[in-house]
């Protein structure tokens, strides 16, 4: 079966979500997203004869990487004739309970991109040609980052945000933007580890807290939802000898030196 008619978009992965009210005899019209038409089989052609029952919880378990083995042992093999090894795409035919007790019935539709021998999920987005089934799931969200991975060592400012820092934080501003619906407040805070003076290490703390908030406004995150704080070396979460040398105490003590970013608000389940 084609997946792609615009064979140009097969190095970009995505996932086909299309919903009917009641099961075809014939595929659904095709989804296009810009870069090519998803085409969905005939639900009919499918190994089962009334689709199988999930809830959108588990569903929205699938995320980006996972392998063909996990995506099996959370939704279970696909539900037509594709292989597991060369296929890059897997089709299932799911229903979904509605609010008053009927059932919708949802073909789903997961791409991989083959990485060494395996196979990875590479995209968790989900389209669909009618209203998308979404909820609104309110739940703080902790983000830890490393501040070896964002700063160079012993900076704080803008300056000393190094490429993969501003990747990670490229990636949460994304993250926030696609993911919720509505962000009540985003909390900042910087830690240290116990090397240095105590004021020290609080100053840097609140320089590297105010600069990934600067950062995050100029991602498109508002200002007011912002604040940042510094706890210096006051809440270390690894302990490490005094009997190291001097290096490997400060590789040892590397994740005390983090940055966290508390998100509060609705998010967009699908």
Request: aromatic share 8%; glycine share 6%; with cysteine.
């Amino acid at each position: 079966m084609k997946k792609y008619v615009n064979n140009a978009a097969k190095a970009i992965t995505f996932c086909g979500f299309m919903l009917s009210t009641t099961v075809q005899a014939a595929p659904p019209s095709p989804w296009h997203n810009g870069l090519g038409v998803v085409e969905f089989p005939k639900i009919s052609d499918s190994h089962f004869q009334h689709p199988s029952v999930i809830d959108l919880d588990t569903l929205n378990l699938v995320d980006a990487n996972m392998s063909k083995w996990q995506i099996v042992k959370l939704i279970g093999r696909p539900h037509f004739d594709e292989g597991a090894f060369s296929e890059t795409a897997w089709d299932y035919v799911f229903r979904f309970k509605q609010d008053d007790g009927s059932y919708k019935t949802c073909q789903y539709q997961i791409h991989f991109e083959r990485d060494d021998r395996r196979q990875f999920l590479t995209n968790k987005e989900m389209y669909s040609t009618c209203a998308p089934v979404v909820k609104d799931v309110t739940q703080p969200k902790m983000i830890a980052l490393s501040a070896d991975a964002l700063f160079a060592f012993a900076g704080g400012a803008l300056k000393d945000l190094n490429p993969k820092g501003r990747a990670e934080l490229d990636n949460v501003g994304n993250m926030i933007a696609e993911t919720y619906r509505v962000v009540s407040s985003i909390k900042v805070v910087g830690h240290t580890d116990r090397l240095g003076s105590e004021t020290s290490n609080a100053k840097l703390s609140q320089q590297r807290a105010d600069t990934v908030r600067s950062y995050l406004i100029s991602r498109g995150v508002s200002s007011e939802l912002i604040s940042t704080k510094g706890m210096g070396m006051s809440q270390p979460i690894f302990s490490c000898s005094d009997g190291l040398r001097r290096a490997q105490l400060i590789e040892c003590l590397g994740p005390n030196r983090r940055v966290t970013i508390q998100i509060d608000g609705e998010q967009r389940v699908r």
